[in-house]
């Protein structure tokens, strides 16, 4: 099993819509947690980072972690075009140089 | 100005053949890694490395090896290339590895091993 799990697999969400992204750890040693966008044929690219229980929010971007169940979600408001990517939920324990651990990642499709 | 270079952008491989991926940071950072995208896998750590020592090794097999010949250099040298090694390699850096860095993506080197 893996150990950060993002639902769902893909969304579509239409221009100016809202799109609403999860992501679980089976793993409790996790502290800190990313979301980052991948496009096509590029790497991947840090949205923001959430540390702390509750909502952190960067311009249209809105995280949510919930230490408790181990949880964390990002909306993404007003969603444009160049939002459709890959976004993936990425986790750490927090040990120094230490590898974040991914999901697979939810494809956003926004459509006009 | 891309920050983080890795070169070359693609590679095609004979199996059992050795290849050297590059990767080059200018942001400043102490902290490089090595992740590995495969197809339906999640990116995958495989090493990093601070102040150009190895700080984790999270791949089972030695034909992986990293050489950091400056500190804003670590390229990857895989030998005996398999065709399972085809996949999309990424380099990243962060600051000083602390456990709160945000890591940071090169484009990556995708890798094609006939």
């Known amino acids: 099993q893996q150990k950060v799990q993002q639902s769902p697999e893909s969304l579509s969400v239409p221009e100016g819509g809202m799109a609403s992204l999860n992501c679980t750890s089976s793993?409790?040693?996790?502290?800190y947690f990313w979301w980052y966008r991948q496009h096509s044929g590029e790497g991947p690219k840090a949205l923001m980072?959430?540390?702390?229980?509750g909502d952190k929010k960067e311009g249209r971007f809105t995280a949510h972690l919930n230490k408790a169940s181990l949880h964390v979600s990002l909306h993404i408001r007003d969603s444009q075009p160049s939002d459709s990517a890959l976004y993936f939920c990425?986790?750490?324990?927090?040990?120094?140089?230490?590898?974040?651990?991914f999901g697979l990642g939810t494809r956003v499709s926004v459509f006009p | 100005d891309p920050k983080i270079i890795q070169k070359p952008k693609y590679l095609v491989a004979v199996t059992g053949s050795e290849k050297i991926l590059i990767c080059e940071q200018y942001?400043?950072?102490?902290?490089m890694y090595w992740y590995r995208q495969s197809a339906k896998k999640p990116l995958e750590f495989m090493f990093s490395?601070?102040?150009?020592?190895?700080?984790d090794n999270q791949t089972a097999s030695s034909r992986f090896q990293p050489q950091s010949s400056k500190k804003n250099h670590l390229d990857l040298q895989i030998t005996a290339l398999k065709p399972d090694d085809s996949a999309t390699y990424f380099c990243?850096?962060?600051?000083?590895?602390?456990?709160?860095?945000?890591?940071?993506f090169g484009p990556g080197t995708r890798l094609l091993v006939l």
């Open positions: 990243a850096s962060s600051q000083d590895g602390q456990g709160r860095d945000t890591q940071y």
């Open positions: 490395y601070s102040y150009q020592k190895l700080m």
């Open positions: 793993d409790r040693n996790f502290q």
């Open positions: 980072s959430i540390f702390s229980d």
């Open positions: 990425a986790a750490s324990e927090g040990n120094y140089a230490q590898g974040l651990t």
């Open positions: 942001l400043g950072h102490n902290a």
